[in-house]
């Protein structure tokens, strides 16, 4: 087999979802592509373009990063304080399920 097709184990150690700022980022993310994707293929055309949804998903990396990263005390809370911005921007900008009605 070429070396190249290899896959060496050490190469992906620590690799992986770990914390619990992974498993927030990436569920927020993927629920992101589904939005997107439900959107794209649907009969009318959508209100948003793709580049409405860069700064959530730019967002939910520095989230992950943050939290990971930042030492703590700091880490947390600002991880936090981030995820919540990007959920805001969903619901005020993407408007998931038709927007906010009161």
């Known amino acids: 087999m070429h070396r190249a097709l290899r896959t060496d184990r050490r190469n992906w150690e620590g690799v992986g979802l ?12 993927g629920g992101l592509v589904v939005l997107f994707l439900h959107r794209s293929v649907g009969e009318k055309e959508p209100d948003d373009t793709i580049w409405h949804y860069l700064p ?4 939910c990396a520095v989230a992950n990063y943050v939290g990971n990263k930042v030492d703590p005390p700091y880490g947390g809370p600002i991880s936090a304080a981030i995820v919540v911005a990007v959920l805001i921007y969903i619901v005020l900008v993407l408007k998931p399920f038709g927007g906010l009605k009161f």
């Open 18 to 29: 770990e914390t619990v700022y992974d498993w927030i980022t990436v569920a927020i993310f």
């Open 56 to 59: 959530p998903a730019v967002g």
